[in-house]
């Protein structure tokens, strides 16, 4: 018998499969990136923080089961944000405290200012987060709504499209412009939402 | 037309491109191993809140993450009771200083400042554990924290 060599495969289109795979890969993997609420905890300090006209403080109360009180009153999760904004923005104060730009209803009971308002939320141990996030959430989006509202008057764009458009590369990218007009929207509606311990 | 072709002619023999793969497997394992993908195994379920107003964590070697949450299917030993997990372990609310410190020690010191911690904890643990956590990070000084959740809302 003559002596038969085994026919060769052709390898050629291997580097295209590993290169297919390769590409596959790099395309379907996304590298899961964490959002969340950004908050900032208060330092321990030996002093007593100033004392706060009642007025100014807007109460939320978590109980065990979720419940909400606001203000001394039952309230239920999807009437928390307009209250929250109402409060924040009522710019009931005169003389020093009087708030030109604000919107609200004037109510000499409410908040003076939006710099003055501070929320306050409190739970018991057996709050559950998932709820307490919800809440933190609706408080955290109205100071949003509220940013957007002063922004778009300002400034005709939305603070949340700021706010965008300095983490973007692009013409605005870490613009110091920009960074100033965000700062100043902050400052007019420092989100203040105090987190007491429970009891 | 001959039925027997002339075997091998003067013509330069082609190049094998077999080696080819190799070069482009190599290239593959070298990034399969070089990118580090973070990630703890955990032993407690992790099912997060939804919230809509969240931001991004960008710069991920800046961030430390506290998990907490009930003890998953396969850790029942660990009781019912919700817990703190560090690393690959469970922890107690006093470990949260020592971890914070060995997470400081690992960086550099002009990030010190950026670093943010990351509170992964599931939807239904109680508060208090979380006020604990919270507690552990103020007298550490660790103040930037991030309610980690899914883009969304609860609300019914």
Same mark, same amino acid.
């Given at each position: 018998m003559a002596k038969r060599s085994a026919p060769e495969v052709n390898a050629g289109s291997m580097a295209d499969i590993a290169f297919l795979l390769l590409i596959f890969f790099l395309v379907t993997t996304t590298i899961a990136v964490d959002s969340g609420i950004n908050t900032k905890l208060p330092p321990i300090t030996e002093e007593t923080p100033p004392i706060k006209k009642q007025k100014n403080i807007f109460t939320v109360q978590m109980s065990a089961d979720g419940q909400l009180l606001v203000e001394e009153k039952l309230m239920d999760i999807k009437d928390l944000r307009q209250a929250a904004l109402e409060f924040i923005d009522n710019g009931g104060g005169q003389g020093d405290d009087k708030c030109t730009y604000c919107s609200g209803k004037k109510d000499p009971k409410s908040s003076d200012n939006p710099k003055a308002a501070v929320i306050s939320i409190t739970h018991v141990r057996g709050t559950e987060y998932g709820p307490f996030i919800t809440a933190y959430d609706q408080l955290a989006g109205a100071y949003t709504i509220l940013r957007n509202k002063y922004a778009q008057k300002k $400034?005709?764009?939305s603070f949340t499209e700021m706010e965008v458009a300095i983490k973007?590369?692009?013409?605005? $990218?870490?613009s110091k412009k920009l960074k100033a007009k965000i700062d100043e929207v902050k400052e007019a509606y420092p989100r203040i939402i105090s987190k007491a311990e429970p009891k | 037309m001959s039925k027997f072709k002339k075997k091998g002619g003067n013509e330069l023999p082609a190049i094998s491109t077999a080696s080819l793969p190799d070069i482009v497997f190599m290239l593959l394992f070298f990034f399969m191993v070089a990118t580090v993908m973070r990630d703890n195994s955990l032993k407690i379920k992790n099912n997060l809140p939804s919230a809509s107003e969240v931001e991004k964590l960008e710069k991920k070697n800046l961030v430390m993450f506290i998990y907490a949450g009930a003890p998953s299917e396969a850790y029942k030993g660990a009781g019912t009771e919700s817990r703190i997990q560090l690393n690959d372990k469970f922890a107690e609310p006093k470990d949260i200083a020592s971890f914070i410190a060995s997470e400081r020690a690992t960086k550099r010191e002009e990030e010190l400042d950026y670093l943010i911690t990351a509170l992964k904890v599931d939807k239904e643990t109680n508060m208090g554990l979380v006020s604990d956590i919270e507690q552990e990070l103020r007298k550490v000084n660790a103040l930037k924290i991030n309610y980690t959740t899914k883009k969304g809302s609860d609300m019914k």
């Open positions: $400034y005709n764009r973007k590369p692009g013409s605005e $990218y870490l | -």
